[in-house]
């Protein structure tokens, strides 16, 4: 019997130590491995990299272009990359997708563009696309409006403002208009709440639904409490339909010059709920974008007086066809400063995705980590942008240096400047983004001799979009 025992011991004692071998072996294969401290879900890795987002390029020094985390059973549960390839590849492959989103998001926004692949995105991405058409959005009768009212609250506070709060709220009378066609302004046309409330219910959906998203539905079903989240979204919802009924009331005026997504929706989708769900992912995917953009570009400047200088002189002396749609566009200063502002501060400085099917990254993998690196379907990929910009192969030694001249010379391929994402589910809000906030700082030029910043250091926080976690204090002087 004593022997039984002891051929069972070391059988399973041999097993175990073929496992151990097996997995050594194949570690040295896998990209360098980041160790956090929480085993099962990597929250220290999550948390310390969206709060303190400087972390994530410190880490690419440390570990090279590509790394992994773990879980208790699995040595890659995610990859964290900046190979342009990878990073590239991340974003454009049939192999990744990103209806993982959907358990967190669903009760919020449904079922949409940012939550879905194959067919369904691509019926989603059809029925908005028209809204970004040209015609549609070479238009800043709304966004005249919501620059003089960032202006006037600039003069009214002697020229200290906080810019995040201000922009943040003053474009969401734009957006509000682009997506729902409600003019913000209006109170007393019925709408279940005032703007200002639904903005509230917005970020307070946002906080719940970025919970949800990255405990799980399971977890999140079985521990988070229900009743005031979804009170929330009933709200949320309650708005938007009203917007969507309001659509309906009116018509279609054939006379108008654009038209809004709500009206390009509407008529497109299945139901009551699908034309609901792809303008609440429309919100979510405008929000805090090009106001983050312009914030960071003011924030930037602050600390470059001369740059101010030379465009206030070249906007002074331009005439009013600076400030059309052409104009802006064909204005290299303004684009340099936007682009080059976009690759050191990147919006969205990471997008993940999930390996659908077992699939091959073309670098991270071999005992060097140059060689394609093969990845189980199941495993959870982060293609970072930011890490791409900052590399001194694709943008030079000064690629850490803010020199918006770069751009007269510099054409970057399609893998090395990645803000707006790349390929198939690349960013349909671009050229509006890039307008409205060319416009923007337009007309800031204009208006004020200079800035100072009394928030001058940045320090960007990655929870949502990456912006200064101290905020934007700014002194302007006309
Ligand atoms: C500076 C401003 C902006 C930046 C940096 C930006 C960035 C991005 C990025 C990186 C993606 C790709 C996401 C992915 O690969 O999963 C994306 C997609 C998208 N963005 Fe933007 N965005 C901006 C403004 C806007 C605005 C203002 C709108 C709408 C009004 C918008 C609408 C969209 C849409 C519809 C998609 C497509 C998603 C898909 O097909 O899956 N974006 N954006």
Known sequence: MQSIYILVGTLLACHGLYLFIKRRIRARNLPPKYWTIDPFMNFDWIFSTALNANMQLTLFRKYGHTYRLSKLTDPMATIITCHPENAYTIL????????FRKAGMGQMLGSGFICTDGSEWKRSRKMIRPAFNRPNIDNFDVLEGVADKIIADIQTSDGKVEMGSLMYNALMHSSMQFILGLDSTGSNDGRPMDVQTFNKLWQEGLLGMGIRLLLGEGFSRTFLPKARYQDVCNR?????DFAIDEREKKGLDSTKKT???????????????DARSQLAQ???????????????????????PNVWAQLRKEVSSAGPELLTWEGLRSNTTIQNIL?????LRPVFPQTGRFAVRDTVLPSGGGPNHDQPLPVPAGTFAISNSWGVHVSKEIYG???????PSRWNKFKPGSKEFLAFGAGPRSCLGKDKALAEAAYLLARLVKRFESLESRTPEWKPDASFSMKNKKGYRITFKV
Not at 236 to 240: D, L, V
Not at 282 to 304: E, F, K, R, Y
Not at 339 to 343: C, I, Q
Not at 397 to 403: M, R, Y
Request: charged content about 20%; some cysteine.
């Open 282 to 304: 429309t919100m979510l995917a405008s929000q805090d974008t090009t106001g983050v953009l312009t914030c960071n570009v003011i924030h930037i400047l602050s600390s470059h």
């Open 92 to 99: 454009v492959g049939q192999d990744w997708g990103v209806e």
């Open 339 to 343: 682009f080059e502002t976009l690759r």
């Open 236 to 240: 949320i919802h309650g708005f938007i």
């Open 397 to 403: 030694p000064d690629a850490d240096e803010w020199k």
């Open 259 to 273: 038209k809004t997504m709500a009206e390009i929706v509407t008529p497109q989708a299945k139901d009551r709920a």
